[in-house]
């Protein structure tokens, strides 16, 4: 049995109607924090992008271990654009994190934060898979080393999340506890819907990169076939 | 506006900011694929039709 992929156009139509209810949810429903403030409606942004950005390096390695497990050359590119999403997620998670660092603690980074440093290595990381895919000649070589390389880096993700907790971290808030969130219920209905929006978007834009990376790679082809 | 406002501002702007430049990365690279879709068009209509069928 297959399963069919939803339409992008209605997957896009629902990720900007999620966004919609996400902006009303969180400056409309969720109330104000009482000890940080307005400044604590950051955490609806920062913490669902985090959790994407975490999603889709995943993401990356899963495809690179598919890649690995049956040499199926689509995963490359699934690879590839799911380490690029995942990138641009990094940058907005530590970019979000530091407004909220300014903001909440009066500095825009702070070395002594386990979760925060782990976050920066793990985007490092990925940033050289980057340097590494281009300094090899497109081909299986590249694929093979690409894929290990990505595969790799997953390690370090569930490093990453739960350095907060197995490490005495002061600094950085942890919300989720074993108690269940530390919120409200509106605040945590506004986050769960913020977080299913930025999940949605970031596949649709997955979606988008890939079909754009397909469509170069077969006019790549196409051209070679043609030109005398 | 206060200062918890301009920071929430700043953070909401860079995240709507980024999804923006993205989307005209991609008009950038969509132009550019359309470009070379219509040369490639061009290339294969140019070609005998022997060597069309041929493949």
């Known amino acids: ?99 909220w660092a300014k903001a909440s603690w009066g500095v825009w980074w702070t070395w002594s934060s386990n979760q925060l440093v782990l976050f920066l290595v793990l985007f490092l990381f990925y940033c050289a898979y ?67 929006s930025i999940t949605l978007l970031a596949y649709v834009m997955y979606r988008v990169e890939l079909a754009g990376k397909r469509i170069d790679a077969n006019l790549r082809d196409l051209r070679e076939a043609l030109q005398p | 506006m206060s200062s918890g406002e301009k920071y929430v501002a700043a953070a909401y702007g860079v995240f709507v900011v980024v999804v923006l430049v993205w989307v005209a990365i991609l008009a950038t690279k969509l132009a550019r694929l359309e470009r070379e879709t219509g040369e490639l068009a061009r290339l294969a209509q140019a070609r005998p039709a022997g060597e069309q069928a041929d493949g």
Request: one cysteine or more.
């Open chain 1, 130 to 196: 980057f340097m590494l895919r281009f300094s090899v000649e497109p081909g299986a070589r590249r694929e093979r080393i690409s894929a290990v390389y990505a595969l790799f880096g997953v390690a370090l993700i569930p490093v990453s999340f739960f350095a907060i907790r197995l490490a005495n971290d002061f600094i950085h808030p942890t919300v989720f506890t074993r108690e269940g969130p530390q919120m409200t219920g509106e605040m945590f209905a506004a986050f769960c819907v913020s977080w299913a």
């Open chain 1, 1 to 99: 049995m297959s399963i069919t992929k939803p339409s992008l156009t209605v997957l896009a139509w629902g990720a900007a109607a999620l966004t919609t209810l996400a902006a009303v949810m969180i400056f409309a429903v969720a109330p104000e924090d009482a000890d940080q403030g307005f400044s604590q409606k950051i955490f609806y942004v920062h913490v669902p992008i985090a959790l994407t950005a975490y999603a889709c390096f995943g993401l990356g390695a899963w495809k690179a271990y598919r890649l690995l497990a049956t040499r199926g050359e689509r995963y490359d590119l699934e690879s590839y654009t799911g380490v690029h999403l995942g990138t641009i997620f990094g940058v907005l998670t530590l970019v979000t994190g530091a407004i």
